[in-house]
């Protein structure tokens, strides 16, 4: 008798977003750290302004990799609703 037991990835896809936006707080780290400007203020979209320190940067990368990752991640949610060929008989 052999049963197809069913395992989420989900728990998988969370780990290796936390992963993700951790590498890409460190990366705006070095990157605010090696500026050569630190006095000027960096504009994005004419929106936000925010200094080119390490914080700040580090923060900019995880909130904009967060979000993307959370797009992606819902955009997938919301296809495998309407997947048929997932659905078993």
Same mark, same amino acid.
């Given at each position: 008798m052999?049963?197809?037991?069913t395992?989420? %990835? $989900?728990p998988?896809?969370?780990?290796v @977003?936390?992963?993700?936006?951790?590498? @890409?707080g460190?990366?705006?780290a070095?990157v605010?750290a %090696?500026?050569?400007? $630190?006095?000027?203020?960096?504009?994005l979209?004419?929106?936000v %302004?925010?200094?080119m320190?390490?914080?700040?940067?580090a923060a900019?990368?995880?909130v904009?990799t967060a979000?993307v990752?959370?797009l992606?991640f819902?955009l997938v949610?919301v296809?495998?609703r309407y997947?048929? @060929?997932?659905?078993r008989?």
């Amino acid at each position: 008798m052999t049963t197809d037991a069913t395992i989420s %990835s $989900r728990p998988i896809f969370a780990a290796v @977003a936390v992963i993700v936006v951790l590498v @890409a707080g460190g990366l705006g780290a070095v990157v605010g750290a %090696s500026g050569q400007e $630190r006095a000027v203020a960096m504009d994005l979209l004419g929106v936000v %302004s925010f200094q080119m320190t390490p914080v700040s940067m580090a923060a900019f990368g995880m909130v904009v990799t967060a979000g993307v990752l959370a797009l992606l991640f819902g955009l997938v949610s919301v296809a495998s609703r309407y997947d048929d @060929a997932g659905e078993r008989a």
